[in-house]
């Protein structure tokens, strides 16, 4: 239908100078009548390989810990359902430890940073040894324990 209007337009615009020029611009929004190239795919790079992961064997009942190095039974390693064997490759002891050192460490730190609550922002005084409290119950609380 397209080609037909312009067609028609072709066979108007021949006497005038401004049928001519609009000739010329339909011509140039005509299709193209090349043909386009085809797209090359692009290059891919291999992958380097891995050595295949073997399975230890089933019967094993102990293996070596990451951290300690000392063989234990597998009933000292955590459950992980990624690893190969089922069982994480640092032993309970060894996490234990160093979730110990994380937790004085990052205490030590927020000390470090917090700054202490001035007596002015706690109004409530025990009578008996003069400790300051922020709240009335906190201080009900110490008379109960440190005063009976």
């Known amino acids: 239908m397209h080609e037909k209007a312009i067609e028609h337009l072709k066979s108007e615009c021949r006497e005038c100078a401004v049928g001519r020029a609009l000739h010329v611009l339909m011509d140039s929004f ?10 090359k795919p692009k290059p891919t790079r291999s992958k380097p390989t891995k050595p295949a992961a073997t399975k230890p064997d089933a019967n094993r009942t102990e293996k070596p810990c990451n951290k300690c190095h000392v063989t234990k039974p597998l009933a000292e390693y955590p459950l992980v359902k990624n690893s190969l ?10 996490l234990a430890e160093k979730a ?4 004085k460490r ?8 917090s700054s202490p609550v001035p007596d002015s922002a706690k109004p409530h005084a025990c009578k008996i040894c003069g400790k300051n ?3 009335f119950y906190s201080l009900q609380e110490h008379k109960k324990l440190a005063h009976p």
């Open 100 to 103: 110990r050192a994380v937790y």
């Open 30 to 39: 005509a299709k193209p009548e090349t043909v386009a190239e085809p797209i």
């Open 133 to 135: 409290f922020r709240e």
């Open 106 to 113: 990052e205490t030590q730190a927020r000390k470090q940073t």
């Open 85 to 94: 064997d089922g069982h994480g490759g640092t032993c309970r002891k060894c």
